[in-house]
């Protein structure tokens, strides 16, 4: 018997390592499937990441605070924190009322910031590229992160998951109020959490496409498209593009807005205004210059920008994304003073 038990030692303690990995699939398989419809995140990545960095939820950053892929507060937090000695002693990282909103979080870092954008131009498919490619951006420093990645895919077959949709699991909000009853003991916190879940959920049914399918690339919907000559009626002096469904020009040597104007009808000040100035002002060659009013916010998949540097103008943002800069500053509540700085993040749409 006892020659039976110590044959059976090895085979339990794999089985006892395993088990933080599989356990950790099982609860958030469907947190990160929901999040690749929604990012463009493939699925196998967001679990061996959040595996990675959470060690299975059992951190104390996941454990206590929620957050299971490192994300710090930057300027932009206005949510509870937490501090942790990581690079430097007690840094300031975010703290969540689910786990679900890390990972909306972490989708929202790799699709909303521009160096990441190449990643959305990969097969959903390919893990493999996007944890080199993940690398090559600077996400981590660790040479064999791409490695350690991929070890946890093709170990626990996550990449099964980057072949499934929202719907071959229950709802997302149903588990993650499922989750916030579970995790938080305090009555009036829990009844807090719960009221915000089923806002958002509420508010992601009334705009949530009508069939499931993962979004474009980001830098498929930021690049500028010709217009259609039956699209809208200007003079054909030269190519019209759209950015956001609003057409424009790119400016050339000897450009003004008032030259503009006049080329396609409008007045100087109308022009100004589209392209949210009150003077004009000397127009370089490749300036966006937009030849009606712009929209009031982006369409679904490009929801958010988040700053890359500081010194980033707002103006030149909503010029990129063919938005109205009035509709922004008041979309994201903005002083008439507000400076951007790295890591801000910039809504686009309600």
Request: glycine content about 4%; charged content about 30%.
């Amino acid at each position: 018997m006892k020659r039976f038990l110590l044959s059976l030692l090895p085979f339990l303690l794999i089985s006892a390592a395993d088990t933080p990995q599989k356990a950790y699939v099982e609860k958030f398989a469907a947190y990160a499937v929901n999040e690749m419809y929604r990012s463009g995140v493939p699925a196998s990545i967001t679990l061996a990441q959040g595996m990675l960095e959470s060690r299975n939820g059992l951190s104390d950053l996941a454990a206590k605070g929620n957050n299971h892929f490192g994300i710090k507060c930057h300027t932009d937090w206005k949510g509870a924190t937490m501090r942790v000695d990581d690079e430097t002693r007690g840094e300031c990282f975010r703290v969540y009322d689910s786990a679900y909103q890390s990972f909306q979080d972490h989708s929202d870092f790799l699709r909303y910031r521009s160096r990441y954008h190449f990643l959305f131009d990969y097969e959903i498919t390919d893990y493999k590229a996007w944890a080199y490619g993940l690398k090559k951006a600077g996400y981590a420093t660790d040479p064999q992160y791409p490695a350690k990645l991929i070890k946890l895919i093709e170990e626990n077959d996550l990449a099964r998951f980057d072949r499934m949709k929202p719907s071959d699991f229950e709802p997302v909000a149903q588990l993650e109020e499922e989750e916030i009853l579970e995790s938080t003991p305090d009555k009036a916190a829990r009844k807090v959490k719960v009221k915000k879940v089923r806002k958002r959920a509420r508010a992601a049914k009334s705009e949530a496409p009508a069939i499931e399918e993962i979004p474009e690339s980001p830098t498929v919907m930021e690049e500028p498209r010709p217009a259609a000559n039956e699209e809208f009626s200007f003079p054909l002096a030269r190519k019209v593009y759209t950015q956001n469904g609003v057409p424009f020009v790119y400016a050339e040597r000897g450009d003004t807005y008032a030259s503009l104007a006049a080329s396609y009808n409008l007045f100087p000040k109308e022009i100004l205004r589209f392209n949210d100035l009150e003077v004009s002002e000397e127009l370089l060659p490749g300036t966006v210059v937009y030849l009606q009013a712009k929209k009031k916010q982006t369409r679904r998949g490009l929801d958010k920008y988040i700053v890359e540097e500081d010194g980033e103008s707002l103006r030149d943002i909503c010029q990129h994304f063919g938005v109205r800069q009035s509709a922004i500053v008041k979309l994201n509540v903005f002083s008439s003073t507000h400076r951007l700085r790295e890591g801000d993040t910039i809504l686009l749409r309600k």
